[in-house]
């Protein structure tokens, strides 16, 4: 089953391509937004930059080449150590030394402190390089002072108690600081980093632009393809297919796209529906006891009178016997397509004041006769049901190979369903740049309830991109 333009029978990749080509420009509107929104903001946010002071931690019993004790010993005074430094009292110091503008609490969040093996790293981040630094170098020379000045008070209260010279060297030794690596300042800022920012802000546009296009395409209830057409209407399901797609044609407002004259046989249009006529053969019209095609619409404006008028011309070029009726009797327009008098037709014939051959019209095509629909009745849907009208239907058929009827829409009157029982088959037009899920499904469906043969559909106005095709495959 599919949902707008996503199938729910398994990965069509080829789909999905095409669904990201037909909205290339949503894709490509997402990620340059993204990227610039990025670039801007990144450019506009005041840059920070960092300075890290390296604190060396040894620990033992001791001088001299460390054993393993010894290494075990540092890495657990580093962390121990490494809790001591953003305490108040000594951020306070740190503050007065170098007359910074702000408090402790500030001064805390500027500092980072990492205690990677027998390392104690001290990070400070700052919109001033220089500052950075020195605040960095400030603070591990500041721990390191506070660290030795508890060691020299712990020392000073083990002599005041008679503590031995060797548990006073042993109190000395419990653990070394010294600067390893001072901070200096960076020439290139931490963050905001600009192209990282702009990379990753691609990246999301991309992902944001391909939601999008799902949303859009889920959203569209449009049917552009034979293949959404058969899985919406369910004609896969019944063995029943598309018949054809005809080619979009610029024409003037009120007026008619047709095949009828010499000139336009061999044009891309023609062959699309040379290719339905076919297919329309292929499903047993014109042979046997199959002889009559209903052509309708679900709505108005979807081109099935012009599909009516130029399938019953290609069948005609084929050799085969047609005629077309026009069955519209509420907004008749054969008439206009092919040029002739409409004050005479199909009602005249039904009612008894003409016979068949008063209202059969001849074409410039030599096998193919019209029939129009006359002075509109009152009552069509009554018209259409009488048994005058089916009994004028079996003569049709006795008279030609294969009689063509253009219907109203299904969805606006009954006039199609009353017309849909007495033929042999049926097909359904959809234009594919207006045609609606919901709308063709019910009309389907209301046929199916007509107990009739729906024996396929027609996409019309199709557009192909790239190049062109037609006779000679120009």
């Known amino acids: ?38 670039f801007f903001v990144s450019r506009s946010i005041t840059p920070i930059y960092e300075a890290t002071a390296k604190v060396l931690v040894l620990g033992g019993d001791a001088p001299g080449v460390p054993t393993e004790g010894d290494i075990d010993a540092s890495e657990r005074l580093a962390n121990n150590f490494s809790d001591l430094i953003k305490v108040r009292p000594l951020l306070e110091g740190i503050i007065e030394s170098l007359s910074l503008p702000y408090g402790p609490s500030t001064l805390s969040d500027k500092i980072t402190v990492r205690s990677p093996r027998s390392m104690i790293e001290i990070k400070v981040s700052d919109p001033d390089p220089q500052l950075a630094a020195q ?35 042993q109190a000395a030794t419990m653990g070394a600081l010294s600067i390893a690596e001072p ?41 552009r393809t034979p293949e959404q057409l058969e899985s919406i209407t369910g004609l896969k399901s019944r063995g029943l297919s598309s018949l054809g797609s005809v080619l979009r044609q610029r024409v003037k407002p009120e007026s008619f796209p047709t095949i009828l004259t010499d000139d336009r046989q061999h044009s891309a249009f023609a062959e699309s529906y040379k290719y339905v006529a076919l297919n329309l053969e292929f499903s047993g019209i014109g042979t046997g006891d199959v002889k009559t095609v209903l052509i309708t619409s679900a709505l108005p404006g979807e081109g099935k009178t012009t599909t009516a008028a130029n399938l019953a011309i290609s069948l005609a070029r084929s050799g085969k016997s047609v005629v077309l009726v026009d069955t519209d009797l509420r907004k008749p327009a054969l008439h ?8 005479k037709g199909l009602t005249n014939a ?51 190979d294969i009689v063509i009827y253009d219907s109203p829409p299904v969805l606006l ?6 017309m849909a029982a007495q033929v042999d088959n049926i097909v359904m037009v959809l234009d594919s740049q207006h045609a609606r899920r919901e709308p063709v499904k019910r009309a389907v469906q209301m046929l199916q309830q007509a107990n009739t043969s729906l024996v396929g559909a027609v996409m019309n106005n199709v557009r192909i991109k790239g190049g062109h095709y037609g006779y000679g495959y120009g």
Do not use: C
């Open 336 to 343: 206009n397509l092919f040029g002739l008098d409409n004050t």
């Open 350 to 400: 039904v009612i008894g004041s003409a016979s068949l051959d008063d209202v059969m019209t001849h074409t410039s095509v030599e096998t193919l006769r019209v029939i129009t629909s006359g002075p509109i009745p009152p009552e069509p849907t009554i018209l259409l049901r009488s048994p005058r009208m089916r009994a004028l239907m079996e003569s049709l058929a006795d008279r030609a």
């Open 1 to 38: 089953m599919r949902e707008g333009g996503i199938t729910q029978e398994g990965l069509d990749l080829k789909m999905y391509w095409g669904i990201f080509l037909k909205n290339w420009w949503v894709l490509v509107l997402s990620v340059l937004s993204m990227t610039v929104a990025a």
């Open 183 to 223: 901070a200096i300042p960076s020439s290139s800022p931490a963050s905001p980093d600009t192209v990282l920012n702009v990379v990753l802000a691609a990246v999301l546009g991309l992902v944001v632009g391909g939601l999008m296009v799902f949303a859009i395409e889920y959203l569209d209830d449009r049917i």
């Open 135 to 169: 605040i960095a170098n400030t603070t591990a020379q500041a721990f390191i002072e506070d660290f030795r000045s508890r060691q020299f008070d712990q020392i000073a209260q083990f002599r005041a108690y008679g503590i031995t010279s060797s548990t006073t060297a």
């Open 413 to 418: 009157v009954t006039d199609p369903i009353v």
